[in-house]
């Protein structure tokens, strides 16, 4: 009954104010993907643009040319499908890694004093403000074979000669972990320090222990913040270029680095499409689940 | 409240002046969805009256309030003020304010912005505001508050101020939405008056919405109990309270006990009701007019006007045997339960009047008994 | 009480594995050693060499002009989708706008840039527009991907917003959009503010964008540092990163004293207010507060 909606009040400037948004999110976020489809069905030419039109309309025909050999090719090249297994496999076991390391540490802050969960949160904030590129490279001078790390485990004796660890994947792990650890805590804390702190009282109250009501209280309750923070770090993890680029080595195969060198080095422009769309139609579930969860949790139903 | 308030006032003196209609809401009904908020309410107000829509949560009248400022725009049904045809006016055309229960006042303005706000839209000179601005803050005693922020003013004092944002623009109707219901129970027996005062000073028209029956009495000569949507009763305080129409009224306004009961003889002058609770029938000092199919009544009777005694009545019908039940002791006075024999519970306020008399206690046989003219008898 | 639980345990050592690279690299900067893992003894060389090279100084001044101009643009687009979410409820084609407004906060970044390129090709051929990729197209970029990240902090301010306060204004006379530039933007300020700068943070970081749609000649810092670290530490680049850490914390330590200082001085304010309704209360008595039954007393 007392939903209050202004959208009657409004009849003039509403269409503009909800189409200015609305047509330039549509033009330069949703109309793109629709060109990316177009050209994974083009072939690579040596023109400019690199690719050949799909389409064309002589002597009153319409001839549409659909090349599937881009996707041809993506399912029967060993590369790609490891590529993107790769991804996968390094996007779920960071974000597993983000979630122990990170739940604990939001649950940390929510319980905080009002004055230390500020500068708490600035101090988780404050990473994400600075560029990831940076923050990689620091990694790349602590890992390296004459690095930090390895001198100190050289000094303290513990190994006798210099292990590898930059340019593998564990490097590649540490550095995810590393960068988007931030945007797992983030969105857990903005959940739990909902939480009615009588409500796990309510439970010691009724002889659970605090493992029980860890599990049976707080875990449920924070279900939206997880998918949030789970989401935020596996869809991007999964496209993530800079990291393995500059941590990971050979070994390390990963598709948006994949994509980066179709685009950038073969100049491939429809199998880097090609790539991207597979890519999106993994990840289009994610996608929507983190949009739904979103929109749970601005609605205020945590 | 045992104050003769305004309303009260004028009630009992009886209204001279001819009554001129200046709001109608005519067949008026607002679906959110399958919800039906209001359904089909019709209603007049007069100029210069305080009106209160009373009401539980649910009950459609904050609604109603709204389709009035203009936020909710009626499903079917039209809205007049003035003889205007105002539906489908936009709320910041309409020369109807409004104060807020959450009192909305704009927390990055001053006390004297917030009063200027309106005044600023009519683009009015700056030294006709500032007069209008100043005559306001001297109006709701707050002039030496001018230069506060709202949040550096207590509850009662941000009242002050949206009450004098609200009657700037010395609007046509004033709207008032649970104007005490975000103060504590002291502030508002007293803020209750004083609005009264202020209005009545002032001369405005005013719809308030409350679900606060006691407000409701305090302050507006008429009152509208509204419930699911449409409007169970509309009358003045005294009566909505003597004279309720439908046993959902009497419910709502009060305590009250009830009897159903058939009618057993029916006369012009008088009517027996029999009630199978009750071991003598209920006389009725006049005709209930009843159908011939349908006896069934219901006959109501407030708690003060049910009486306790210890000595048997010696008339014949409108008292019975029980045994009290329990008492409460409130401090003004006490509420006996009486048990009838029948099994029922009635309830019945004793005055205390004296420190400590002599007067019935737990487990002792009584008698509870009731004047001719006391009970409503009531068809639905 | 302190209590030494689990979960602050793991806080001291999350924080410490987030902040202790930065320290190191900040140090290192200083290094006098050409070698970046040698400690070679303190020195600034590093920084002053900085000054002499121009095109790393020129990316820098082409990033922050970037970052300007997309944290403007991002601020008014992103407050008008929140305004639309939060206040229009209902309108055909809103759920996609809804997952339009919070995919670009997910979506791979090498997605979004390799569409948008293929976009801007596409319109070159088509409408002979944008003739050349640069500036004008990174920041295009650059305002969709940061307007969504507005869009959600204003949001979330908008609907913790009373409503009704929005509503006493136009119940007052303003028409809606008098509404919204008096009333809607004074009060969600703060969160402009933070969404502006966020842009302004987000807008200087990224690469993979930029790489995408950007042209010869507009390269921006963050492509700068990327060709150079892609081959191995550079100490020119340990004082680059150091700059940045820098201003991005002192930048921080001024959020945070800003926003401490307000906050005490609203509880300042509220506390005197309390302070003074309570003094009068008790002196002034029944001269300030008329006694209403006298007031009503029969004429």
């Not at chain 1, 990291?243 to 948006?256: A, D, N, S, V």
């Not at chain 2, 006042?105 to 030294?127: C, E, W, Y």
């Not at chain 3, 345990?9 to 410490?16: E, N, Q, R």
């Not at chain 3, 050349?132 to 204003?154: K, P, Q």
């Amino acid at each position: 009954m007392k939903s209050r909606k202004l959208k009657a009040l409004m009849p003039t400037g509403r269409h503009a104010v909800i189409g200015v948004p609305f047509l330039w999110l549509f033009l330069f976020f949703m109309l793109p993907f629709f060109i990316v489809l177009k050209i994974s069905f083009a072939e690579a030419d040596v023109a400019i643009p690199p690719y050949t039109e799909i389409y064309s309309f002589v002597e009153q025909k319409l001839q549409v040319i659909l090349n599937l050999g881009n996707y041809v090719m993506l399912s029967e090249d060993e590369l790609y499908i490891s590529a993107y297994l790769g991804s996968l496999k390094m996007a779920f076991i960071s974000t597993v890694l983000c979630l122990v390391i990170g739940f604990p540490m939001a649950y940390g802050i929510a319980r905080a004093n009002k004055d230390t969960q500020t500068v708490l949160l600035l101090l988780i904030m404050m990473p994400t403000w600075t560029a990831i590129l940076i923050r990689v490279y620091a990694w790349m001078g602590i890992l390296s074979n004459n690095g930090l790390l390895n001198a100190f485990l050289l000094h303290i004796g513990v190994i006798s000669e210099p292990l590898q660890i930059l340019n593998t994947n564990l490097a590649v792990y540490i550095g995810v972990v590393y960068s988007y650890l931030p945007f797992m805590v983030l969105p857990l804390f903005a959940n739990l320090v909902k939480h009615d702190l009588s409500l796990l009282e309510a439970g010691s109250d009724l002889g659970s222990t605090n493992f029980n009501n860890f599990w049976k209280i707080t875990v449920p309750l924070a279900k939206n913040g997880i998918i949030a923070g789970c989401m935020l770090v596996f869809i991007p993890v999964v496209g993530e270029f800079v990291i393995p680029e500059l941590l990971g080595g050979p070994e390390t195969l990963m598709i948006g680095k994949v994509l980066w060198q179709e685009f950038f080095n073969n100049r491939d422009w429809p199998v880097a499409s090609a790539l991207a769309v597979v890519m999106l139609a993994i990840l289009i579930v994610p996608i929507i689940l983190f949009n739904r969860s979103q929109a749970k949790e601005l609605e205020g139903k945590a | 409240m045992a104050v003769a308030s305004g309303a009260y006032k004028k009630a009992l003196e009886g209204d001279q002046k001819p009554k001129e209609v200046l709001v109608k809401i005519d067949r008026v009904t607002k679906k959110f969805d399958e919800t039906i908020a209001v359904d089909d309410v019709s209603l007049t107000i007069n100029k210069g009256e305080i009106f209160a829509l009373l009401g539980g949560s649910g009950s459609g009248k904050s609604t109603l309030l709204r389709m009035l400022a203009g936020f909710e725009r009626p499903t079917e049904g039209r809205i007049f003020l003035d003889g205007q045809d105002i539906t489908d006016m936009p709320p910041y055309e309409r020369p109807i304010n409004m104060m807020f229960q959450s009192y909305a006042l704009f927390p990055h303005m001053t006390v004297a912005q917030n009063i200027a706000f309106g005044l600023k839209q009519d683009r009015m000179s700056k030294t006709e505001i500032d007069e209008r601005v100043a005559e306001m803050l001297k109006l709701v005693q707050m002039s030496q508050y001018a230069k506060r922020k709202p949040h550096q003013l207590s509850g009662g004092q941000r009242q002050r101020v949206a009450l004098a944002r609200s009657l700037a623009k010395s609007p046509k109707l004033l709207l008032l939405d649970e104007p005490m219901g975000a103060l504590d129970k002291k502030l508002r027996s007293q803020m209750q008056l004083e609005l009264v005062e202020i209005i009545e000073r002032v001369g405005v028209t005013c719809v308030m919405v409350t679900h606060d029956q006691e407000e409701a009495m305090t302050m507006a000569e008429r009152i509208a109990i509204m419930h699911l949507g449409w409007i169970a009763q509309i009358g003045s305080p005294i009566d909505i309270y003597e004279t309720p129409t439908s046993r959902m009224v009497c419910e709502f306004i009060g305590n009250v006990n009830l009897f159903d009961g058939r009618v057993v003889e029916d006369m012009e002058g008088h009517a027996l009701i029999a009630s199978p609770d009750l071991e003598r029938a209920i006389y009725v000092g006049h005709g209930v007019t009843t159908s011939v199919q349908d006896k069934q009544i219901t006959y109501a009777i407030r708690p003060e006007k049910l009486l306790v005694t210890t000595e048997m009545p010696t008339c014949e019908y409108n008292w019975s045997r029980g045994k009290v039940h329990d008492i409460a002791y409130l401090g003004g006075h006490s509420v006996f339960y009486v048990q009838l024999p029948s099994g029922k519970i009635v309830q019945s306020f004793v005055a205390n009047a004296e420190r400590r008399g002599a007067r019935p206690t737990w487990g002792d046989e009584v008698y509870v008994w009731w004047e001719d003219d006391s009970g409503v008898a009531l068809r639905s | 009480m302190k209590r030494f639980s689990f979960s602050n345990v793991m806080l001291v050592l999350g924080l410490l594995f987030i902040y202790m690279p930065m320290v190191i690299l900040v140090i290192y900067s200083f290094n006098a050693s050409k070698l970046v893992t040698v400690w070679g003894g303190w020195s600034v060389k590093w920084y002053v060499g900085l000054l002499d090279n121009t095109q790393l100084m020129n990316s820098v001044g082409r990033s922050l002009e970037i970052a300007f101009y997309t944290a403007i643009s991002a601020v008014i687009l992103g407050t008008l989708a929140a305004f639309v979410l939060t206040r229009i409820t209902r309108f055909k084609g809103r759920t996609l706008f809804g997952g339009l407004v919070t995919a670009p906060l997910v979506m791979p970044e090498v997605i979004t840039g390799l569409s948008l390129l293929l976009l801007f090709v596409a319109m070159a051929q088509m409408i002979g527009w944008p003739q050349e990729r640069g500036i004008l197209t990174i920041w295009i970029a650059h305002t969709t991907f940061c307007a969504s990240y507005v869009a959600v902090v204003v949001s979330a301010r908008l609907r913790e917003l009373d409503m009704s306060i929005e509503e006493a204004a136009m119940d007052l006379g303003a028409k809606p959009w008098k509404v919204f530039m008096l009333i809607t933007i004074p009060m969600i300020a703060p969160s402009l503010a933070a969404g502006g700068m966020m842009s302004f943070a987000l807008s200087l970081d990224d690469l993979v964008l930029a790489s995408f749609v950007s042209g010869p000649g507009s390269t921006t810092l963050p492509m700068e540092v990327f060709s150079a670290v892609r081959l191995g530490v550079k100490p020119e680049i340990n004082a680059v990163a150091s700059l940045i850490l820098l201003v991005v914390s002192i930048f921080t330590f001024l959020v945070w004293f800003f926003s401490r200082k307000a906050e005490k001085r609203r509880l300042k304010a509220i506390q005197q207010a309390m302070d003074e309704t309570t003094g009068a209360a008790n002196l002034a008595g029944p001269d300030s507060r008329r006694d209403p039954s006298q007031q009503h007393a029969p004429a």
